[in-house]
């Protein structure tokens, strides 16, 4: 199986900065595309920020500019830096990522269990 673990989150004042991460483990072959989404209370989970393999990457246009999501490869690690939070970032994020856990299985989506955000203003 496969597990995906976040941490970082916490109370920040608005214009604060949090560094999340997200360390996957147990049987991987190999990673491709890893991520970020949130939920807020009463609405629905949505992209945050997502990496390939390679470093590409792609943002929701609601951060550009303040998040930057970066991974290491031999750790299976994906992280998100965040800046000049606002109070509308507060919400639960999760760490996603697409993983072939051997080369003779297709790749499968995990989740981690949410790390909490909460910018005060």
């Known amino acids: 199986q496969v597990q995906l673990v976040e941490s970082g989150g916490g109370l920040v004042q608005a214009g604060g900065s949090l560094r999340l991460s997200c360390a996957a483990s147990?049987?991987?072959?190999?990673?491709?595309?890893m991520g970020w989404y949130r939920e807020a209370p009463g609405k629905q989970r949505e992209l945050v920020a997502t990496?390939?393999?390679?470093?590409?990457?792609n943002y929701a246009d609601f951060v550009k500019g303040r998040f930057t999501i970066s991974r290491d490869n031999a750790k299976n690690t994906v992280y998100l830096q965040m800046n000049s939070l606002k109070a509308e970032d507060t919400a639960a994020y999760y760490c996603n990522a697409d993983v072939r856990q051997t080369i003779w299985r297709p790749r499968s989506q995990y989740w981690g269990q949410g790390t909490q955000v909460t910018v005060s203003s």
């Open positions: 990496i390939s393999f390679g470093g590409s990457t």
């Open positions: 147990g049987r991987i072959a190999s990673i491709a595309d």
